[in-house]
């Protein structure tokens, strides 16, 4: 978020005397890291790191909080002239609990525009000032103090204004010209034509200010987070706004807010106030928080003064009561992050100052605890996939529905797999195959240009079941491309089913697995993990000596299907010979020739036989006379 330095010295006149260097470390020691800084409207605008939990600090105002607490200065006085509110103009109803207040005012707007600071202002946080006072005004209350409000043209509101949930089929054209379609879970304004607004999220084009508005109706109210959260992920609209309300607004600025909108449109469009009034009422406060001097030792790591702990949380804004051995602490109205103990002792050491914590060694109680065999081996294969060649990918766990119907298995239902409450259709489903994410990666990889991909992830996939989704870790390869190619002696060819079947044997597994096509040119596969060799099994054959005695070879020359299988041919003839003794097996020589019967190709087998003894004929002889009889028993013959 963009922090203009002359506003912030205007919330807290202290920071004026720090330059930017000395803001930006004071910034991040207390838990707000500045990205960047730039410069702009002749000043300068820090770039400020803010994290989901802390909504109150997304303005000026909040930031300035936060430098006083440090610098131990006193806040600029917001206090503007009170509305004086009386009998409603506009009827408001109130009618979800997802809205509890709604202050409002109406004002007839008089000549006048945007003052040039202020449309300074919105340029240096990169916000386009519309040259509207009621619109410009409600952009600037916004960054500075962090309260979204709004404006309508009260001359195009039907009737009473109500806050409610939308109905069914209901639907809305906000200021983004959109037309959307509203769920029954939309929090609405709405007059008695229909929505006019997305609660807390965007405006409606029929009741926009214009340049033609005379009279305008405001709106600052309080809106439930959860409600205004889901309104902005369902239409994925996230706007200025929406974050503030989602991550929790102040209930307590909405009447404030109110009269500083009036102020500034009385001040600078010379409107004339026709009436304030406020719908509803404050939600109630949460309950005091107890802060135990055990607990806030233990997170310390010594021990703490409860009177220092009380000063700091006194500075943030906290009601604090102190107790003998505990503080009762009832945290202020912006502050929703703040509802267990833990949350208190964590303020009081980042107020405190984190080089303030002694730096000590952990205990170390015995032996650390061996690493579990499963992590073992994804490690193992993980590093013998780098040595083939192959880089090993971080993908999302979750994809899209029609991603996952590409490679689903049979029986793993999408619907057992389906979360509640996605960040978006894309990234709906728990995968139940890494194939999807692997080709997503890989074709993106060969569109950038990449001649060959060579892709692999270790990853949970989940199977549906009865009582939910569960996971097994998975491995998926993916390789596609051009092989070789870079000198004449190793012409280019695209890669083959063959090729991630000889990555299958290197890994150990029993069985091959199916090659599936991915796209064009680009294979893969997929395992579970559980299926290969468990991690320390040797890959890589025992070294045998060698024999100090001559070794033996002989041919068969077979006449062979030519849909004959050339594993299916060794294993048999391997399993009929003795291992020992067996040094070596495979075709030299293929011949296929007109002159051989139909249908059938001639293999010539070379065996190598050696031991640790002299071999003589005869057991030879034998051991060829098995080799054949194997042979043959898979329809080959001895070609003559």
């Not at 002989?554 to 003839?573: C, I, K, P, W, Y």
Request: charged share 20%; aromatic share 4%.
């Amino acid at each position: 978020m963009w922090i203009d330095r002359k506003a912030l010295a205007a919330e807290i006149p202290a920071a004026a005397a720090l330059d930017t260097r000395q803001l930006c470390e004071l910034l991040a020691s207390v838990g707000f890291p500045v990205d960047g800084v730039a410069q702009r409207e002749g000043g300068d605008v820090l770039d400020v790191d803010i994290t989901a939990n802390r909504g109150d600090a997304m303005s000026h105002r909040g930031m300035a909080r936060e430098v006083a607490a440090r610098l131990h200065r006193p806040l600029a006085p917001l206090a503007p002239p009170a509305s004086a509110e009386g009998a409603p103009q506009v009827q408001v109803r109130l009618e979800s609990p997802a809205c509890p207040l709604y202050a409002t005012a109406l004002l007839s707007l008089g000549k006048g525009g945007t003052p040039p600071e202020v449309q300074a202002f919105l340029r240096a946080l990169e916000a386009t000032p519309k040259g509207l006072p009621a619109v410009d005004a409600s952009n600037e209350l916004l960054h500075r103090c962090g309260h979204p409000t709004h404006a309508f043209d009260a001359d195009r509101i039907r009737g009473a204004v109500s806050v409610r949930w939308a109905r069914v089929g209901e639907t809305l054209v906000t200021l983004d010209g959109v037309t959307r379609t509203l769920a029954a879970q939309d929090l609405v304004i709405a007059d008695e034509s229909g929505p006019i607004a997305l609660a807390g999220v965007m405006g409606g084009e029929a009741t926009k200010v214009t340049e033609a508005t005379r009279r305008v109706l405001l709106e600052s109210a309080w809106f439930d987070p959860k409600a205004v959260k889901a309104t902005a992920r369902r239409h994925s609209l996230h706007t200025d706004a929406s974050h503030r309300f989602g991550r929790g607004a102040d209930p307590a600025m909405a009447s404030v807010a109110r009269d500083l909108l009036v102020d500034r449109l009385k001040a600078w469009a010379g409107a004339t106030l026709e009436g304030a009034w406020t719908a509803g009422a404050l939600p109630p406060a949460g309950a005091p928080v107890a802060l135990e001097a055990s607990l806030l030792t233990r997170v310390a790591g010594e021990p703490l003064p409860l009177p220092e702990a009380a000063e700091i949380l006194r500075r943030l804004g906290c009601a604090v009561d102190e107790r003998s051995g505990s503080l009762v602490v009832q945290p202020p109205s912006w502050r929703h992050d703040l509802v267990i103990p833990e949350d208190l002792a964590e303020e009081v050491l980042r107020l405190r100052g984190y080089e303030h914590i002694p730096s000590v060694l952990p205990p170390l109680e015995g032996p650390p605890v061996p690493l579990a065999a499963e992590y073992l081996q994804r490690q193992a294969l993980a590093r013998r996939l780098a040595h083939l060649g192959f880089h090993q990918t971080v993908t999302y766990g979750f994809i899209s529905p029609e991603a996952d119907a590409a490679f689903a298995a049979p029986g793993n239902a999408v619907e057992g797999r389906t979360l509640a409450n996605p960040l978006g259709q894309e990234y709906s489903v728990m995968r139940g195959t890494l194939l999807a994410s692997l080709r997503a990666t890989a074709e993106q990889n060969l569109r950038q240009g990449a001649r060959e991909v060579r892709l692999f992830e270790v990853a949970p996939a989940h199977v549906s079941g009865p009582k939910g989704p569960t996971e097994r870790f998975t491995l998926g390869l993916a390789w596609g491309g051009t092989l070789g190619g870079e000198d004449y002696l190793s012409p280019a060819r695209p890669v083959q089913e063959a090729d991630l079947a000889g990555v299958a044997r290197d890994l150990g597994l029993a069985r091959l697995p199916e090659v599936r096509p991915l796209g064009e040119g680009l294979f893969g596969f997929e395992v579970p993990v559980a299926d290969l060799p468990e991690a320390g099994a040797r890959i890589i054959p025992a070294f045998r000596p060698f024999s100090r005695f001559p070794a033996v070879e002989r041919d068969l020359s077979l006449l062979v299907d030519l849909g004959q299988s050339h594993e299916a041919l060794t294993t048999a003839m391997r399993g009929a010979l003795p291992a020992e003794a067996l040094q070596d097996l495979r075709c030299v020589d293929v011949f296929r020739h007109k002159s051989l019967p139909p249908g059938r190709q001639a293999w010539l087998m070379r065996l190598r036989f050696q031991a640790d003894r002299t071999l003589v004929g005869a057991e030879v002889d034998g051991w060829m006379v098995a080799a054949l009889a194997a042979a043959e028993s898979l329809g080959a013959k001895l070609r003559a």
